[in-house]
């Protein structure tokens, strides 16, 4: 197998709900995360052999493909050809090992992973509306639940407190709002150009830009403690919840001859990669299976890795998370997450693997693991070596 290479990773700066990128189509927000990443990297559109994108809500203005609609939307070449794939949350983390296992099994030198959703315009849900799919064959292994359940049953099963929650959405908070105070964010984001929008949500015919994430509140202990529970939960409130955002994120890969061939600056290998099922009742369990599984494929030990990104689905996902494998707090998500930040979710799997490869690069770290819940049963995993530039 070949070695597989990030060459750019940049995303967008994650929008509020009914905010900054809201009047924006999905296609549009994606296509110019996907021009910003083509033009950071130096690489020739035309040589990028697939895109491969992420999105949970393929309906409406998210559907028939987004990952092309948006390529085609820039004026990019119709030749390089793009699939959009759904892992729920996992989306555009496993549009990337799908893209690195292209290359490193010799069939295409150049990927483009990325991701897209817009929870303002397309909400969660959107595709189902209409039905569900889960019929009586399946009721009769599963009883169908919520990502919203299955976060209270982790926090039952792991003996997490409201306490721990509470202080886990403060130090989330916290260490966004720091991130954003020292610039650590300012590189991995495409500025993104939107339409500015009146109180009922017409375009004013005016535009601005948005460079800077919208998720993040002042927040103190008191005010997450009285924070009501988020309605069906038995422990978490919006404070200590991921936030409904919109956003994208691209990763560019390559493998070592068009590395040498076209001229482009490797910054990060691909380790390893991983996608595994879990329970799709207590669902969002799968960081836990997915961490041990992808440091048995690199070979490496919890030890080895400088910083881990977990996305924060909900503060008991990561706790549990911590709390099963003994991980050390100071090394996972160090600038924050889903709960300051929010969690676009067809991005995030891009936007984590963009983030863990920018702090590596400010700290002069070598490994970072990513990993995401995923609703339905999933866990998505994967393993980064910053190379010395
Ligand atoms: C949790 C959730 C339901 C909250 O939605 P919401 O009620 O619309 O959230 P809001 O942002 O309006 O916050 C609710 C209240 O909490 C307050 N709040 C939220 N975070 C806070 C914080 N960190 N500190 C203080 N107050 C906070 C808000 O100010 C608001 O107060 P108000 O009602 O007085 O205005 C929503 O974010 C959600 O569904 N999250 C999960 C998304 C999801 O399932 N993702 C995919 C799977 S993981």
């Known amino acids: 197998m070949g070695?597989?290479?990030?060459?750019?990773?940049?995303?967008?700066?994650?929008?509020?709900?009914?905010?900054?990128?809201?009047?924006?189509k999905p296609a549009d927000l994606l296509g110019a995360v996907q021009k910003g990443a083509l033009d950071r990297s130096g690489v020739n559109p035309e040589k990028v052999d697939q895109v491969i994108g992420g999105c949970v809500s393929q309906v409406g203005e998210q559907a028939f493909n987004i990952a092309r609609v948006a390529w085609l939307s820039?004026?990019?070449?119709?030749?390089?050809?793009?699939t959009t794939v759904d892992s729920q949350c996992g989306s555009s983390q496993q549009a990337t090992t799908m893209g690195a296992s292209m290359i490193a099994a010799g069939v295409e030198e150049v990927v483009m992973s990325c991701g897209v959703e817009m929870m303002s315009r397309v909400p969660l849900g959107s595709n189902v509306k209409d039905g569900s799919p889960m019929g009586e064959s399946y009721t009769k292994h599963?009883?169908?639940?919520?990502?919203?359940?299955?976060?209270?049953?982790?926090?039952?099963?792991?003996?997490?407190?409201?306490?721990?929650?509470?202080a886990f959405?403060?130090?989330?908070?916290?260490?966004?709002?720091?991130?954003?105070?020292?610039?650590?964010?300012?590189?991995?984001?495409?500025p993104i150009e939107a339409p500015v929008?009146?109180?009922?949500?017409?375009?004013t015919g005016k535009t601005q830009v948005i460079s800077k994430d919208e998720g993040m509140r002042a927040t103190s202990a008191e005010s997450?403690?009285?924070?009501?529970?988020?309605?069906?939960?038995?422990?978490?409130?919006?404070?200590?919840?991921s936030q409904i955002s919109d956003g994208a994120a691209c990763v560019i890969m390559a493998s070592e001859k068009a590395v040498k061939e076209q001229g482009l600056k490797p910054r990060a290998k691909i380790v390893a990669t991983t996608l595994v099922g879990v329970d799709?009742?207590?669902?969002?369990?799968?960081?836990?299976?997915?961490?041990?599984?992808?440091?048995?494929?690199?070979g490496l030990t919890l030890e080895d890795i400088d910083i881990f990104e977990v996305n924060e689905a909900f503060a008991s996902v990561v706790l549990a998370w911590e709390k099963d494998l003994g991980i050390d707090p100071a090394k996972t998500n160090v600038n924050g997450g889903a709960i300051a930040l929010g969690h676009p979710t067809g991005s995030?799997?891009?936007?984590?693997?963009?983030?863990?490869?920018?702090?590596?690069?400010?700290?002069?770290?070598?490994?970072?693991?990513?990993?995401?819940?995923?609703?339905g049963g999933l866990g998505t995993g994967t393993i980064i070596e910053r190379l010395d530039g």
């Open 3 to 24: 070695d597989v290479y990030i060459v750019e990773a940049c995303r967008s700066p994650i929008g509020k709900r009914g905010k900054g990128l809201a009047g924006l």
């Open 74 to 82: 820039q004026g990019l070449p119709l030749e390089v050809a793009a």
């Open 142 to 166: 599963y009883q169908p639940t919520s990502q919203f359940k299955g976060a209270s049953m982790i926090a039952e099963e792991y003996q997490i407190t409201r306490k721990e929650t509470d």
């Open 169 to 190: 959405g403060l130090a989330s908070q916290q260490k966004a709002a720091t991130a954003w105070e020292e610039n650590r964010f300012e590189r991995e984001i495409v």
């Open 197 to 203: 929008m009146d109180k009922e949500f017409k375009p």
């Open 224 to 241: 997450l403690a009285a924070l009501n529970l988020v309605p069906g939960q038995d422990i978490h409130t919006a404070g200590t919840s």
């Open 280 to 298: 799709p009742v207590t669902m969002l369990k799968g960081p836990i299976p997915a961490t041990r599984k992808v440091l048995d494929r690199a």
């Open 348 to 375: 995030t799997g891009a936007r984590l693997i963009t983030t863990a490869l920018h702090e590596l690069e400010r700290t002069g770290g070598k490994y970072a693991l990513i990993a995401m819940c995923c609703g």
